[in-house]
């Protein structure tokens, strides 16, 4: 089975930085894909960023010029980057990769558990 934790999550104030990562481990034959999305309080859970093997990333124009998301594949882990935080990035943050567990597979998509991240003065 595949398994994502998620660690860097917490408290900081506005204009303050936090780096998220997220870890893949299990039964992993290639990832096409890993991501970011969160959920504020009272809010739908949105898409943050998004990279594919290769690199290309994608962002929500909410955090783009903010927030840099990057892998390692060799770790099969994705980071976010996040700089100039304002309070109303503060939400849960949740990883997803788009993992194939073999090559007689198809992809299939994970999470993590979440982390908090709280922007306040």
């Known amino acids: 089975q595949v398994q994502l934790v998620e660690s860097g999550g917490g408290l900081v104030q506005p204009g303050g930085s936090l780096r998220l990562s997220c870890a893949a481990s299990?039964?992993?034959?290639?990832?096409?894909?890993m991501a970011w999305y969160r959920q504020g309080p009272g809010k739908q859970r949105e898409l943050v960023a998004t990279i594919t093997s290769g690199g290309s990333a994608n962002y929500a124009d909410s955090v783009k010029g903010r927030f840099t998301v990057s892998r390692d594949g060799a770790k099969n882990t994705v980071y976010l980057q996040m700089n100039s935080l304002k309070p109303e990035d503060t939400a849960v943050y949740y990883c997803?990769?788009?993992?194939?567990?073999?090559?007689?597979?198809?992809?299939?998509?994970?999470w993590g558990q979440g982390t908090q991240v709280t922007v306040s003065s």
């Open positions: 997803n990769a788009r993992i194939q567990s073999s090559p007689t597979m198809w992809y299939s998509d994970y």
């Open positions: 299990g039964s992993i034959f290639s990832i096409a894909a």
